[in-house]
């Protein structure tokens, strides 16, 4: 077991995370029976490798197998799970770990996985940039949709598209439905960020969120949020938009996204974690870095939808317990790394986005790959078997003299960082390269503690002077 929990956390649940390298090692073993027998399916795994420096493996929603192969999956963990499925049909996943469920199918026979089906962010895009002459199945809205990708020796390969829905069943949206969901991305695109007193902006935040849950069920309205971040994000990420187009290449999109990290002021901190709970995340491990380092962060996930949240803050001792939802953080005489980030930036709630988006990748392809067009990785935060993370170089943006004169003003930056920010601006943004093996799901307090020191705004003002 590998332990994420903080040692202050004395009334939250613990989150002991396992290594489920048993159950990984027997879905890996079918997926790589599936690619010898299905041409096409090893092909596009090719391509992905080469082209993206992703591992199939991270893209596959679910296998379909005999039933007789119950007992072999429970004996490695998997459990079944009560979502909408097929008559016949039984689902199992692992309730502590990160890897594709398996449907046991009366109607499967053989040895190994019968149907295999990948998962990319938006199906039409995968069927026109492959070129599938295959109809989707199930209508524009359906909380699902899927496409037969290709058939051969007996095995189905298939994409899958999702929208808040863990089910496997197909069916039709109810009417209006499609335009609703049009119109709930369309409130979470053109939401107003910057407002002259941030708190406005969260207010004006949760009017929208309450316009959308109007129009939607939550957990599409939580998928709809967060693929308008990843669009936000991108915007000021040259390696995140680089990284997009390698993959929508293969249509695939942000398919394999890990998790979204905001960073986030202490005053506004209960009103993100609010925003976030009535999207319907729950909060999953707390951290507190130590008085030292001056940071913590709520960990908060939204199972249906395949959302997991990293938010950020500066904590005082005797903060890791505190209702974030419903307590304020009084000020502080000074601002460590998130709170000066924030002080430059904006919150990612509202003007910044996201500090950095984080995706699984084949780690060391990915930053060789990477490397070849331009964009250099910092050292690994994370360097574990289970575990590798690394930051690409973060996009520098300017600041608002505004930002830097307040900050002068009250004595928080010296007068050599406050010329220095508006001559060189201040590490913004990352995209992140992870890789996790044993279907590990947690993180490693001690790296991220590692790497919010290392990309404090002051600290990285030095390396460019």
Known sequence: ??????????????????????????????????????????????????????DFYEW????????EHA???????????????????SVLHHPKAMMPRVLLSA??????????????????????SHGLASPIQGEVGARLRRVLVAEENGTRLTAVERLGWRGFSTEPPAPAFAAAVARARELWHTRQRDFADDTAGVRHALDVLGQVLA???????????FAEERVFWELRNRAGRLQKRRQDRLGLGWGNHDHHTFRCSRPLFPGLIEFLTRLGL?????????????????????????????????????????DFATQRLPGLPALRTVGLWCALHGDSFLQAGMHHLEARFDFARLRDQLGAEGVATMKPFSDF????????????????????????????????QAEGFLTHGAIGSHLENLQRKGGFKGFNQKAVSAIIAATDPRKMQAHSA
Not at 17 to 34: I, K, M, N
Not at 107 to 128: C, H, I, M, Q
Not at 215 to 225: D, K
Not at 310 to 319: K, R, S, T, Y
Request: contains cysteine.
């Open 215 to 225: 129009l939607v069920p939550r957990e599409v309205a939580c998928e709809l949020f």
């Open 1 to 54: 077991m590998v332990s994420t929990s903080s040692a202050s956390e004395k009334s939250a649940p613990r989150f002991d995370w396992p290594l489920a390298y048993e159950a990984e090692q027997l879905l890996r073993r079918w997926v790589e029976e599936f690619l010898a027998r299905n041409r096409c399916a090893h092909r596009l795994a090719e391509r992905m490798r080469d082209e993206t420096g992703t």
């Open 107 to 128: 109607g499967a026979k053989g040895a190994g996985p019968v149907e295999l089906a990948v998962r990319p962010e938006s199906l039409a895009d995968f069927v026109a």
């Open 385 to 416: 078997a289970f575990l590798k993370q690394a930051f690409t170089e973060g996009e520098r943006w300017p600041v608002h003299p505004e930002r830097v004169a307040r900050l002068r003003q009250g004595g928080l930056v010296t007068p050599e």
């Open 282 to 322: 729950e909060k999953r491990e707390r951290f507190y870095a130590g008085e030292e380092a001056g940071w913590g962060a709520q960990v908060m996930e939204a199972p249906a939808a395949g959302i997991v949240v990293f938010a950020d803050v500066d904590l005082q001792p005797g903060e890791i317990d505190i």
């Open 71 to 89: 007992a072999a999956l429970r004996a490695v963990g998997l459990v079944e799970e009560q979502v909408a499925a097929p008559t016949g049909t």
């Open 60 to 67: 596959v929603d679910h296998l379909v197998v005999g039933p």
